[in-house]
């Protein structure tokens, strides 16, 4: 403003230049991590181009004949890929309706336990398990599941005859979503616990001048300050929706319930790893992130209008 | 407080379905580790429940003389040392300059890592560009293409951003450098989430399963997980001499059972130690802005 003939532009460059002489230690500690999320995360997202390609390996990216969209066209004549999506969105949703709401409801009960030993000690053996491997926790599965695990044995003393749950096609998507539970649930109370710890006392005190119950306050209160959490983490989740995990299913799945249990990412593992079907996989994985990402939009435009959204 | 009827009915029923529920968390475990202590005998004919039956130790001797998976067990230690290591001295000096005001890309740089947790890239190219890196059948392949967790960064920025603006103020005064203050004022002050956030790299690289998958093709390499893995769906793997000649006191069903808990023993074990960090940890990380 004091010299009428410098443009906005020169201040601006040279805050930068300045602040970079400065500051020069900020920008070289800062370079690996770039390094990093540009090698591992962008140029792998460049690299899903494959999708429109005939890629062949030895050609590589730049020398691979174009397609078009010919991948997208062959996976949606495929049964394989109804399939696979199918599997993938229904266990998705299962894990969205039953899981989702599992730690709200955990840490409400939590929040009930007045004695803090006992809520310490509850609490600490619902975290292991988020501890332990998919392969340990498939490991235990099998064997609670199998003809001579515990289950089967407890319906032997009830008269029943056993049944082998992981070879049949009816139980995987249960079993996915009851593992799945049991591993995460006590881990994902602890984001709502902070949230309930964080509620200000004196709402309660007002509430039980009032006459209201522990009910009444769970329902008047405590949920109330918690929806903005939920909304959150429901939409982190909605972006992640077709990426269930690859470890979980990987080590449930037999060949006997590929049928019902076969997701897009133990597919697209098989397929395109293992037998090299890159570009018919590629577009597999391309159309599952802009499912993800449509619904996340979707969701976060509807969250806008209740509260907050994420951007 | 008064509690009516109800109110007391509900507590009680509280208490008892989270004491059950609690108890499916650590009985399965607790039943492995009977079994692995059973007769084989008695193992297969559902006899065991968290008690073993038939006690011998023949499971656990013949899994602790295993060189496979001593070797596994050594790769897994490695990359769980190693990788936690590495990925702390990546997510702290990424982390720094993103709490800070003075560094000017610090919004720039911010969103371009949200992005990558938004679009995840397929596995596929992300499989083609760590082979096209040379890493295939190496460690490496275990500890580069995950260095940074994007998560735990977020928890050290936060925390790095809770601390007073004061503190390096001082410090510059003081003629100190940006490493100098990240490492002499920032570090000390920071040992809780330090210790929480190795602890999560810790136990991702000791679970580490899909990038072994992925990227290992030699047995040789292989951690622990993939054993496991391994001697869970072949279970010849397990007991390489032939259980049904000789009358040895195992089987697969109390090999298998031991070699879980193998490789979760470790966990387990430094689990009670470590809570009040990951709890408070969490915290810290939580969604705050």
Not at chain 1, 33 to 56: D, E, M, R, T, W
Not at chain 1, 277 to 292: C, D, K, N, R, W
Not at chain 2, 140 to 145: A, N, T
């Amino acid at each position: 403003m004091l010299h009428p003939g410098v443009t906005v532009n020169k201040p601006v460059k040279h805050r930068y230049l300045r602040n970079i002489r400065k500051h020069w230690m900020l920008y070289v500690m800062i370079l690996p991590g770039i390094l990093f999320y540009i090698i591992f995360k962008y140029i792998p997202l460049g690299g899903s181009v494959i999708a429109f390609q005939n890629f062949q390996i030895m050609k590589g990216i730049w020398n691979s004949p174009w397609v078009g969209l010919d991948n997208f066209k062959f996976i949606f004549t495929y049964q394989d890929f109804y399939h696979v999506l199918r599997n993938t969105a229904l266990i998705a949703l299962y894990k969205l309706v039953i899981g989702f709401p599992a730690p709200i409801l955990l840490a409400l009960m939590f929040n009930e336990v007045r004695k803090m030993l006992a809520k310490r000690f509850l609490q600490s053996l619902f975290y292991l398990p988020h501890f332990l491997s998919w392969v340990v926790v498939g490991g235990i599965v099998f064997e609670v599941l199998a003809s001579g695990g515990f289950v089967n044995a407890f319906r032997g003393w009830l008269g029943f005859e056993p049944i082998l749950y992981m070879q049949q096609e009816r139980f995987f998507r249960p079993i996915i979503v009851l593992s799945s539970i049991w591993k995460e649930v006590g881990w994902g109370t602890i984001i709502y616990l902070a949230a309930i710890s964080g509620i200000d006392p004196t709402q309660y005190e007002a509430a039980v001048m009032d006459g209201a119950g522990r009910w009444k306050q769970t329902i008047y209160i405590t949920l109330p300050a918690l929806f903005p959490t939920i909304l959150i983490l429901f939409l982190l989740n909605i972006g992640n929706f077709l990426e269930l995990g690859f470890d979980q299913v990987y080590n449930l799945l037999t060949p006997m319930t590929y049928s019902v249990g076969d997701i897009i990412e133990t597919y697209v593992y098989r397929s395109g790893v293992l037998q090299g079907q890159y570009s018919v996989t590629t577009a597999i994985g391309l159309f599952q992130s802009i499912i993800g990402f449509i619904l996340l939009w979707i969701f976060n435009r509807l969250a806008k209008k209740t509260g907050e959204g994420l951007w | 407080m008064k509690q009516n009827l109800g109110e007391k009915g509900f507590q009680v029923a509280n208490y008892v379905f989270l004491t059950a529920a609690a108890f499916t968390m650590i009985l399965p475990l607790l039943h492995l580790f009977a079994v692995s202590l059973s007769s084989p005998v008695a193992a297969d004919s559902k006899e065991v429940f968290l008690w073993p039956v038939g006690f011998t130790l023949a499971s656990w001797k013949h899994i602790l003389q295993s060189s496979g998976l001593w070797q596994s067990f050594g790769v897994t230690v490695f990359i769980t040392v190693a990788g936690t290591a590495l990925s702390m001295l990546f997510s702290v000096l990424t982390a720094f300059p993103l709490s800070r005001r003075e560094f000017l890309l610090r919004k720039q740089v911010m969103l371009g890592i949200v992005i990558t947790m938004i679009f995840n890239a397929p596995m596929i190219p992300f499989f083609l560009t760590v082979r096209e890196l040379g890493m295939m059948n190496s460690l490496w392949s275990l500890l580069i293409p995950g260095v940074i967790g994007t998560f735990n960064m977020v928890i050290l920025r936060t925390f790095f951003m809770s601390l007073p603006k004061e503190l390096d103020d001082t410090a510059r005064i003081d003629g100190c450098h940006d490493f100098r203050i990240l490492f002499q004022i920032y570090l000390p002050l920071s040992k809780p989430v330090l210790a929480t956030v190795s602890l999560f790299y810790a136990v991702g690289y000791w679970n580490t399963f899909q990038r072994a998958v992925l990227f290992l093709r030699d047995p040789g390499l292989w951690p622990l997980q993939m054993k496991l893995r391994a001697y869970l769906t072949s279970p010849e793997e397990l007991a390489q001499v032939n259980m049904f000649l000789g009358d040895y006191n195992f089987n697969t069903t109390t090999l298998k059972a031991a070699t879980i808990l193998f490789a979760s023993v470790p966990i387990i074990m430094v689990y009670p130690y470590l809570q009040k960090y990951f709890v408070k940890g969490s915290l810290l990380g939580s969604l705050k802005e």
